[in-house]
């Protein structure tokens, strides 16, 4: 029989203005193997959890219940507080009754029942515990990041600038991302890629980073400090280690129909191709659905000219399989589709623009070589108009629910841009809210105003209606002169909403680190562990885990690297000590849970088996307890019940079930 | 009747929660009735919620509606404050108790002027 | 018959088997039991195999596994497929075992002939082409059509061939003239009363002397849940019907996948509860869920219960389905 | 039913949720204060594959009068796959249930992520709303226990 102690917690009022606890002290020390109960205010803190120290060594306990917040929150605290007390940390168990209780009942007899019942099953389980010790596991000191735009580049800087190998992988032929797109960035105006142009090329000479461009991760396995990744190196159809990147190829390649990805199809690209002049690598690829050679076998025109001899149309995906310590996502963003907004004429009209489309209008290397003009015909606008929150802020199913947040700025940013290049353009911009929190924010957004003659209207567009003389008819409204406005314009853009890049929940599925319903990588927790996924050893870096701007995406980028570091840095690390455990006597040999075990920790071995008196040979389950990271499938498959979950063991859920119907 | 009673109706009768608008005024930008309307369709939300159901009742714009749904097709927020405007028409309507439209009445009420749509959303909300 | 004998003597006699399994003569000529015979003797004056020799001797090989040197099994066409299941298992030796495929034309049940309105029954004889019996009584003799007096797994018998065997002795009648999940859906179409009604009437006969669990083929734990101390659901002197259902419930689940449909369970039941509607059940829910899927086919198959679709059926969809 | 009509009927209700999603989901209802009935009691297990059949029937045994199993949505479990087996495992179970004559509506399957307290605590009045109108659970309950 267990010596339990059961420790009931206040929580200032968050408990108790809604569970009796004293109530509760009284009633659970009555309960089978309860020796000692005590409440507190706080029992997480120093004081409270010196009580529980002093209790255990008084009373000699062998178990505790502590009732207090969830165990997501301070299962850990209190098992140190176990440990330090030379309690087995395993011995606790938690009764959730304040977010499962307090916080969501305001009877509070009816509050204080459950509260109670929560705490004797929580009893139940800590007198079918067992002390349980961590294995250790080795640490592989090398970090994946997923993703090389601006927070995939700068989180494995940051790793190997502490010393540790770091691979990127991206899926387009080159590094840069989405800020390579970018012409200029708020709130200073300096070009986008001026400054991400260095740390690109910093990325590819530092010899602690490998790049794996135009490639995909494939599969995952493995758990934290010791993760199995195979990588599919798309065929390049370009022997990297020949090509020298003059870019005759390119130039002579005759295909040159399809949709440019990096201008985002605004003008066309040849079928080998980088994706822009200044890529990393500076390595063309071959792009084989537009390829006339692997269409139709003709032409071989870029081999013929290729000094170099690199062209290699027999080239084929290889699949690489690295092991990692850590793995960074990066996968970034795209803007939504717009196929449900048809109000805003973006099918419709040419000079219907999104902002992405925009910077690569306004930027030198762009379909218009930088001049502002309309994609229909090319004439300079007149009157420009910005529709804010398109999609964005929208809680019906056509659009997103979240602020993508950078939208305001960016359009300050255009407007501005375009306000001081072109003065004879009208700017107008559509708002709901303009929302600028950041340092020099709101002064630049005011800038845009005050100094560039922007004209801000507050309140939507209900409709873009293209005129037959190529005129754009935007009809808004004033919301502060509650006047509807029916306004001509040159050229209009959407703010479009941002969202995860769509390869997220593929990546997402293979690392189990789970997504929001917006398809964001969640975090471990909103405030206090921000850039960690709920997956031991994943770490989130930039937009992937929520709309952030180029500052944020860097700061959260260096803030990945660090725990990843942290994580590197260790040489072994203890493993989970809940994990299953078969017994021989009971085992059949029967392969099921082997099936069913999704980390390969089931292995089978024939051994000599003492079955009261019975000596054979018998083919039984055998745990790899370092892999096995205690999901419990195989305890459900085995029909004789000799697998079994330690710390989640079948006879503890029986009692919690127990308790909780008695 | 009380007017919060009638605040509650209209809420019932629309199935809209008026607290979800954010007050973009998407509604207003596409109102072809805009210029018609005394009380603006950005402005219906916040009658209800501030219970003056009595001014929304004898504006004109409750007449003013075509019904044409643009605002409830592009309302971000759900909103829908066409639904809203249609709520205290049925609310007027009921209280006058069996007079609803039928089909025999149309005749009389044509007017060369009236926009097609108005007929359509007229035997859509009234022939019940 | 005497072609399995003969058979069975050469295979002892030069060495490749140490013993035969098959079946020993009874008491009585309608019940035949499993038995091993090691002499050619024994198998001259014990070995029988006719329309009674319902067991399936799959099972046996557990053990026969775990003997010194080969044992020579026979084995039906259905009760092959659970063979075929245990290797799948790796609770059979295959190197361990001589198949020997025997043909069936359909087995008897004992039963089903006293539902005949057959009394006082002294000895059964059958015809050579297995179309009639004739049953000697204390009151005189009455001929029987082969037919009528089925076990209700013939009448949807799972085909001639044998899914496993070393070599095959002696004909197979396919026995299949009705509907195996007809049954099944009549319950199905009832309302909840109704399905309570029958089950509850079905298993308060249940007196937990474990037959069903005993002969199953795929209940082969060395020890079973029921009787581990683990998950407190061990046997309780004081049972009653909720704990039938329980039991019932958990063993049909526990077989889910791997249940052959071989109907041994409901043969030996001796309060002739249909079991077999469980294990039916589960089977036909698998088949739609999940498509078409027959335990012991292909021991390499993966079992519809440690395998999935992305696309699966919800469970909420599946429960509430009428 | 032999609840008497002046004696509210309470129903009792065993929620097995998983540690990484459900659990975390029932967190945010608390945080978030989103009410739903004190019936439903969690028990916290690792994954949704983690519930034995066995559970849920020696909850009805001990007299819950309904049991949900909350898990991650297909394609995020934290351990990959758990919640494809459990998926399975309950549409056979709640359909032999069905088959004996439970009146189904005792059992539920529903996934809910970390970051929908507001679904869990719907399922949670939606479920608690169905128990009580399903009643207590007589059918499954052993007798004896209530001794």
């Known amino acids: 029989m267990q010596r339990i102690g059961v420790f009931v917690c206040h929580c200032g009022s968050n408990i108790a203005a809604t569970v009796d606890v004293k109530k509760v002290v009284e009633m659970v020390s009555h309960e089978p193997g309860v020796v000692h109960a005590e409440d507190y205010q706080y029992m997480c803190s120093e004081v409270g959890q010196a009580k529980i120290i002093e209790a255990i060594r008084e009373k000699h306990l062998t178990g505790l219940v502590v009732c207090s917040c969830s165990p997501r929150m301070h299962e850990t605290t209190f098992r140190k507080t176990a440990e330090r007390a030379g309690l087995n940390p395993y011995m606790v168990e938690i009764a959730n009754i304040r977010e499962h209780c307090s916080w969501i009942h305001k009877n509070m007899e009816e509050a204080t029942e459950k509260a109670v019942i929560l705490a004797r099953a929580a009893i139940a389980k800590v007198n079918l515990d067992a002390p349980l010790f961590p294995g250790e596991s080795r640490v592989t000191k090398r970090a994946l990041v997923i993703g090389g735009g601006i927070a995939g580049i700068q989180t494995a800087l940051d790793i190997a600038d502490a010393g540790y190998e770091v691979d990127i992988v991206e899926k387009t032929p080159s590094i840069g991302g989405r800020m390579s797109q970018l012409d200029k960035t708020f709130p200073t105006l300096d070009c986008s890629a001026c400054i991400l142009t260095p740390k690109m090329v910093e990325a590819s000479a530092n010899e602690k980073i490998h790049l794996y461009t135009y490639s995909e991760v494939e599969k995952v396995s493995g758990f934290v400090g010791d993760f199995t990744v195979d990588i599919r190196k798309k065929a390049r159809s370009v022997d990297m280690s020949k090509c020298t990147g003059c870019g005759v190829c390119q130039e002579k390649c005759p295909s040159r129909k399809t949709p440019s990805e990096f201008n985002r199809g605004l003008n066309t690209r040849s079928a080998i191709y980088t994706p822009f002049a200044q890529a990393i690598p500076n390595v063309p690829v071959i792009d084989r659905e537009a390829c006339i050679k692997f269409k139709t076998g003709k032409c071989g025109l870029c081999q013929k000219v290729c000094q170099a001899g690199a062209i290699d149309y027999e080239q084929k995906d290889e699949i690489v399989t690295e092991k990692y310590g850590a793995i960074v996502v990066a996968t970034g963003f795209d803007t939504i589709k717009l196929d449900k907004y048809d109000e805003y004429a973006y099918s419709q009209s040419k000079d219907v623009i999104t902002s992405l489309e925009l910077e690569r209008i306004m930027n030198a290397a762009g379909p218009t070589k930088g001049h502002l003009e309309r994609l229909s015909d090319g004439k300079h606008p007149k009157n420009m108009v910005f529709i804010q929150c398109v999609g964005s802020r929208c809680s019906d199913k056509r659009g997103k629910s979240y602020c993508s947040k950078i939208c305001c700025m960016y359009t300050a940013k255009h407007a501005m841009l375009i306000r001081d290049k072109y003065p004879d353009v009208n700017v107008t911009v559509f708002y709901i809210d303009v929302r600028t929190p950041g340092k020099n924010f709101d002064e630049f957004y005011r800038r845009a105003v005050e100094d560039y003659g922007v004209n801000y209207i507050k309140g939507q567009v209900g409709k873009v209606m293209p005129q037959p003389n190529g005129q754009l008819l935007v009809q808004g409204v004033d919301l502060l002169d509650n006047k509807q406005i029916l306004m001509e314009a040159d050229m209009v853009v959407l703010a479009t909403a941002i969202e995860p890049n769509a390869d997220v929940r593929r990546i997402a599925t293979m690392l189990t680190a789970s997504i929001d319903t917006n398809n964001f990588l969640t975090e471990a927790h909103a405030k206090l562990r921000p850039v960690e996924s709920p997956t031991a050893g994943v770490f989130l870096s930039g937009v992937c885990q929520g709309p952030k701007d180029i500052p944020e995406t860097v700061a959260q980028a260096g803030a990945a690297a660090v725990k990843a570091i942290g994580l590197l840095a260790k040489d072994k690390l203890m493993t989970n000590p809940c994990t299953a455990k078969s017994d021989e006597l009971l085992c059949n040999g029967c392969s099921q849970c082997a099936n069913v075990c999704p980390y390969g920790a089931i292995s089978y071995e024939t051994k000599l088996i003492n079955d009261h008196g019975i000596r054979e040979d018998r083919r039984v389950a055998v745990v790899n307890s370092a892999l096995c990271q205690g999901c419990g499938a195989c305890t459900v498959t085995c029909p004789s019940g000799a697998m079994d979950l330690q710390g989640f063991a079948n006879r503890q859920i029986l009692a919690e079930v127990d308790a909780i119907c008695r | ?128 | ?322 | ?147």
């Open chain 4, 1 to 147: 039913m032999s609840i008497t009509a002046n004696e509210e009927f309470k129903p009792k209700i065993v929620a097995f949720c998983c540690n990484w999603c459900s659990y975390a989901g029932a967190d945010l209802a608390g945080s978030s204060r989103l009410v739903y009935p004190a019936d439903v009691k969690i028990i916290r297990v690792p994954c949704s594959c983690r519930v034995n059949p066995m559970f849920i029937l020696h909850a009805f045994e001990k007299g819950a009068d309904g049991v949900i199993l909350c898990g991650c949505h297909p394609g995020d479990c934290h351990y990959s796959t758990g919640n494809y087996y459990a998926r399975r495992r309950m549409a056979l179970l709640f359909s032999m249930l069905d088959y004996i004559g439970v009146e189904h509506g005792r059992t539920r399957v529903e996934w809910v992520s970390a970051a929908e307290g507001v679904k869990f605590s719907q399922t949670m009045n939606e479920f608690v709303a169905k128990i009580t109108s399903l009643g207590k659970n007589v059918r499954l309950e052993d007798l004896r226990c209530r001794k």
């Open chain 2, 1 to 128: 009747m009380s007017i919060s009673k009638q605040a509650e109706q209209i809420r019932e009768i629309s199935g809209v929660n008026p607290y979800k608008c954010m007050k973009c005024g998407k509604c207003s930008a596409s109102c072809p009735s805009f210029n018609e309307m005394d009380i603006k369709p950005h402005q219906f939300v916040s009658y209800v919620l501030n219970d003056d159901i009595e001014s929304l009742v004898n504006s004109k714009s409750l007449w003013k509606c075509l019904s044409c749904f643009a605002c409830i097709e592009r309302c971000p927020r759900d909103v829908k404050p066409g639904k809203l405007i249609d709520a205290a028409r049925q609310l007027v309507v009921r209280q006058r108790g069996e007079a609803y439209l039928t089909p025999d009445e149309i005749p009389e009420l044509l007017d060369p002027d009236l926009p097609q749509q108005l007929l359509v959303s007229a035997f859509r909300r009234y022939r019940r």
């Open chain 3, 1 to 322: 018959m005497q072609e399995m004998i003969n058979r069975a003597k050469e295979l002892l006699s030069d060495g490749t088997v140490n013993r035969v399994l098959g079946w020993r003569r009874g008491d009585m000529s309608y019940n035949p039991e499993p038995s091993y015979f090691e002499t050619a003797e024994d198998l001259d004056a014990n070995f029988v195999y006719n329309g009674f020799c319902g067991a399936n001797l799959s099972k046996y090989m557990i053990e026969g596994s775990k003997l010194e040197g080969k044992t020579l099994v026979f084995l039906k066409p259905c009760d092959s497929y659970s063979f075929n299941q245990l290797i799948a298992e790796h609770r059979v030796d295959r190197d361990k075992a001589y198949i020997i495929g025997v043909g069936c034309m359909g087995k008897l049940s004992f039963e089903k002939i006293k539902e005949q309105g057959v009394k006082g029954i002294t000895n059964i004889t059958i015809d050579d082409a297995n179309e009639n019996i004739t049953v000697e009584t204390l009151y005189g003799e009455k001929t029987l059509a082969y037919k009528d007096c089925m076990l209700e797994r013939c009448h949807v018998c799972k085909g001639k061939e044998h899914q496993i065997f070393d070599e095959t002795i002696g004909e197979s009648r396919d026995t299949k003239d009705a509907d195996r999940f007809a049954e099944v859906e009549k319950i199905e179409a009832m309302s909840p009363e109704e399905k309570f009604a029958f089950f509850q009437n079905e298993l308060s006969r249940c007196i937990r002397c474990n037959a069903c669990r005993n002969v199953c083929p795929a209940c082969s734990c060395r020890k079973c849940v029921f009787d581990s101390t683990k998950f407190d659901s061990a046997q309780k002197a004081n049972v009653d019907s909720f704990e039938e259902r329980m039991f019932h419930i958990i063993r049909a689940f526990h077989v889910a996948g791997r249940c052959t449909d071989c109907g041994e369970c409901s043969r030996v039941c001796p309060q002739g509860i249909p079991l077999h509607l469980f294990n039916r059940k589960f089977i036909k829910d698998i088949d739609e869920f999940y498509g078409e899927f027959q335990a012991g086919v292909d021991p390499e198959a993966k079992s519809p219960l440690t395998s999935f679709t992305f696309n699966d059926v919800e469970p909420g969809v599946t429960g509430g389905r009428r």
